[in-house]
């Protein structure tokens, strides 16, 4: 990171939101349903798939948990009603896991529910270290309850990925396999970017090999050509994988990747938590100096 990244991070907390906001415009697709029911629209008219995701995390009170279940049916019924090409993406502490694991389960239970009745599918998003264990069990709880319609993540860094991968390969797992990007110890996550790459590859080969669909999230040009390699290696079929992109990033790469004939799908986040999000992303941005200069200076 250079020197002036580093120094907006640190001063990122006291930039006006009105500047995050222009310059995360690129990251979130707005603040309403319907705003992203739109860019869904264009995405899928340039041959992209998506997975929607209501902003937010860390909730506390149930009532609010209940909101947000109810506000993710509300998704795939506008999926259903605008017929876009869209799954959903959920995270387990914006549904409850921090309060109580029982309601969490029951409220992504609601919601998996909703996208089985129009054959649709849930993605169960990786947050931190600490939900890791209960975020496999429920995602085992509902496969166990017969739904086959969700997929989970496996992050590369956190030392354990390799014996979860195992295990969920075994039980057919659909799996979203990413770098991760919480701030994990490194007592129990690989910290040196080599050594993510690395095992991003090998776990993703174990993937492949395994049988399991695998959604290949990166945006990284190492790991996206070594993705190439390893597809065209062993022979997987297009409908065993897709690259996944964020909103607003790399979109030269995911276009060449679409052209190349590969699926794609891209995470398209929205609603009224966008600010949390967008400094999470500014912080990752290479340019982002660069981004909220021009914010400032060019109106
Ligand atoms: P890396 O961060 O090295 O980025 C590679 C290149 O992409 C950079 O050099 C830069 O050129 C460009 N780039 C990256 N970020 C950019 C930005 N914000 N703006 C502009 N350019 C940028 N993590 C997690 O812990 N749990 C999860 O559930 C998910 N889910 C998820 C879904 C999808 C679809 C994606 C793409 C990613 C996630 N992630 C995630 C995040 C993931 O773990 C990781 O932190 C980011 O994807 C960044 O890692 P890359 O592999 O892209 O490499």
Redesign the pocket.
Known sequence: MSVLNKFVVTVLPVIPKAVVGQVAKR?IAGVTLQDAVRVVQELNQKGMMA?MDLLGEDVTQVSEATAVKDNIVAIFRAIRDNSIGSNV?VKPTQLGLKIDSEICYQNIRAIVEQARSQSNFVRI???DASTTEQTLDIYRRLRKDGYTNLGV?V?AYLHRSEADVTALVKEGANV?L?????DESPAIAFKD?RQIRDNFLKLLRFLLEGGSYV?I?????F?IDGAMELIGKLGVKPTQYEF???L???ENRRDQIVQAGHRL???VPYGEQWYAYSTR??K?????AWYITKAIFVR
């Open positions: 990251y997975t993406s998003d990786m947050e993540v992050q979203r990413c770098k991760g990007i919480y970017r959604g999230a990166t945006h990284d040009d790991l996944q992109m964020l607003g990033v790399r799908r891209v995470y992303r500014l990752e941005n290479p340019h982002m």
